[in-house]
Structures are given as C-alpha cells and as structure tokens.
C-alpha cells in the first residue's frame, strides 16, 4: 500500500474547501418570482348600476402571496364598467370590458358584459317629460 504525502492531503483538503466555500458570501433572501395574477370570477354579466365584487390572487412559485400590498385595478373602458381599488365593478352602459388587476408587472383580468344600460329615473307624475317639452323641466314647477 502506497502512502498517502503531506501534499496529496493539502491538495484534497484545498480542493474540498474552495468547494464548499462561497467567494461572494452567503446567498441573499428573495422574494418568490410572481408568475401570475388571477381574477375570480373571470367573467361576469351585469346590468348597468349593478354591481360585482372581484377578487385577485397573486401567485408565485411557491403559492398564493396574501402579504403583499393589494393589486391596482383599472378598466379598459369606465363609461362601459367602472372599478374601485378594491375590485367592486358598476356596470355603466350595455357592452363588454376588460377590467384588469395589477400587481408588480403580473397582470390578470376579468371580462364584464353590461347587459343593459343604467336606467334613467321615470318623470315624476304631474311634471312633463323634457323630451316631451324639448326642454329641461323646472323642478321648482313640478
């Protein structure tokens, strides 16, 4: 059996240790990559001046971020659907919308259909139409 040098042994302890050592220290904590957010329910359907809650979750690679600051919300078109920060959409006028949750650079969206438009009030009994007037009526004479 052949024995083993001092310099065999120092070149296996340097090659041991540069391999379980770091020259740029230990590895920093990150935050988890978001991959997505997700709009619950995805789509709705509403009259004009109803209203839906929607709710985002936003999802990294290990899971659902709850402690995180709230998603943005916007609307491609507010005169269709409006939306709040916290995700209540009023439907507006008949059409269909995109509305979008935001968080970081992560985007998710629902589409709302207003089925109808928000009705206006009916005339007062005793007081005439505008239309009928082709003026606005004075509500100090109705």
Same mark, same amino acid.
Request: net charge negative; with cysteine.
């Given at each position: ?17 540069? &391999? ?7 590895? $920093?904590?990150?935050? @988890? ?9 995805? #789509? ?16 990294? %690679?290990?899971?659902?971020?709850? !402690? ?5 919300? #916007? #609307?491609?078109? $507010?005169?269709?659907? &409006?939306?709040? !920060?916290?995700?209540?959409? %009023? ?14 650079? &992560? ?13 206006? $009030? ?5 007081? @005439? ?9 004075? @509500?100090? %004479?109705?």
């Amino acid at each position: 059996m052949r024995a083993v040098t001092p310099l065999q042994v120092a070149i296996a302890a340097a090659t041991l240790l540069a &391999a379980c050592t770091s020259t740029t220290g230990p590895r $920093p904590v990150t935050d @988890p990559e978001i991959l997505v957010v997700t709009v619950a329910p995805s #789509s709705a359907t509403i009259d004009g001046g109803a209203f839906i809650k929607l709710n985002a979750t936003v999802m990294s %690679e290990e899971g659902p971020v709850t !402690s995180r600051a709230p998603v943005s919300w #916007s #609307s491609a078109d $507010p005169t269709i659907a &409006a939306v709040g !920060s916290d995700g209540l959409v %009023e439907g507006r006028r008949a059409g269909e919308v995109r509305i979008i949750a935001t968080w970081q650079n &992560a985007r998710g969206s629902a589409f709302v259909k207003v089925a109808r438009a928000l009705k206006p $009030p009916p005339d007062e009994p005793g007081c @005439p139409a505008a239309s009928m007037t082709n003026s606005i009526p004075d @509500p100090l %004479e109705c």
